[in-house]
């Protein structure tokens, strides 16, 4: 993997904004960029974001060789059925959760009820943090 | 770094907001929110009479999102802060008794909120699991605080924050009166 630095090239100061040149450089490449502010930054934040940049960059080098070109199997357009049951059933799990809630809501249960006990701890008990875009 | 308050709403997030302006943070918000401060049912009851301090959602969207907000403090949804920009995040995130916010929620728009009251009742399990998923990102630094606290001790509360500010200042903004639903009171 390629080690990826970078240097402050320019700064200028106009119309109330602070524009700092940087040069990202692998020893082979050289890539142009600029930060911009309109206040006071930490001490560290060029040094901070560059120091990032070139994370990026270093992780990209690595992520492009696998990106194959060609036509995409048909089969990788979609996550296996195995792959999708389980979420699938957790949301509709979590679709009744918001229906309790609006029965308690509602006046209609009380909080103490058997199945929607049973229903909380399902739900604590299958969570995954992937599952979090349900929410 | 971008500064942040989250948490579920009617956790006392516009409270905090309020409170690191005046400790020094450079806030960033807008009024779209207070036209809703009130409630047709009860002309007395204001939800939020010092205002919501919230952005568009659309903000958040934006292209040059970290270059606009860079050094600011905005409030964010917490729905949004898995979806931001890869940066620096110093968030401050709220906690307060989920019976609490159901209850106000309850008071100010009973229709609404469908699905976070809903997620009040799995509250104590779930909001660790969302903070738990945001600190795996690597570049969110987040501190949580639960609101009961700040009202009762605020200058204790804002020392602890790892934040620029003055926290006398900001705990000279907490108002007490305004923490009307509490657990055991209402």
């Known amino acids: 993997m390629s080690k990826w630095t970078a240097k402050v090239t320019n700064k200028t100061l106009k119309d109330g904004q602070l524009r700092v040149d940087l040069e990202y450089s ?8 600029s930060m911009n502010t309109k206040s006071g930054q930490e001490k560290n934040w060029v040094v901070n974001e560059a120091n990032r940049r070139c994370q990026e960059l270093e992780s990209l080098d690595t992520f492009a060789p696998t990106v194959e070109i060609g036509e995409i199997p048909t089969e990788s357009k979609v996550l296996p059925v195995q792959d999708l049951a389980p979420k699938k059933l957790y949301a509709s799990e979590l679709k009744k959760l918001r229906q309790w809630g609006e029965a308690f809501r509602h006046g209609i249960a009380v909080t ?19 599952y979090l875009d349900l929410f | 770094m971008i500064y942040l308050v989250s948490g579920f709403d009617r956790s006392g997030t516009s409270m905090m907001m309020r409170c690191l302006i005046t400790g020094g943070l450079v806030g ?6 207070d036209m809703s401060n009130m409630i047709p049912d009860d002309p007395n009851y204001h939800p ?21 907000y860079n050094g600011k403090l905005i409030k964010c949804p917490w729905r949004n802060l898995r979806k931001l920009p890869r940066h620096d995040y110093n968030i401050v995130f709220m906690l307060r ?6 209850t106000s929620m309850n008071k100010f728009i009973p229709t609404g909120w469908k699905s976070d009251r ?12 969302i903070l738990e998923k945001l600190r795996s990102r690597g570049d969110m630094m987040i501190q949580t605080i639960l609101y009961a606290d700040v009202v009762s001790s605020p200058q204790k509360e804002f020392d602890k924050l790892q934040l620029p500010i003055n926290s006398s200042k900001a705990a000279f903004m907490v108002q007490p009166e305004l923490y009307r639903f509490r657990v055991g009171y209402d």
């Open chain 1, 26 to 33: 692998d020893g082979q490449t050289f890539i142009r960029d």
């Open chain 1, 112 to 130: 103490d009820h058997a199945s929607f006990s049973t229903l909380k701890k399902w739900l604590q008990d299958n969570f995954d943090p992937d």
């Open chain 2, 28 to 33: 960033v918000h807008d009024h779209f929110q």
């Open chain 2, 48 to 68: 939020n009479p010092n205002g919501f301090y919230g952005l568009r959602i659309t903000e958040f969207n934006r292209p040059d999102f970290v270059e606009e």
């Open chain 2, 97 to 102: 008794d989920p019976y609490e916010i159901r």
């Open chain 2, 118 to 129: 809903a997620y009040t009742y799995i509250y104590d399990w779930l909001v660790p699991a």
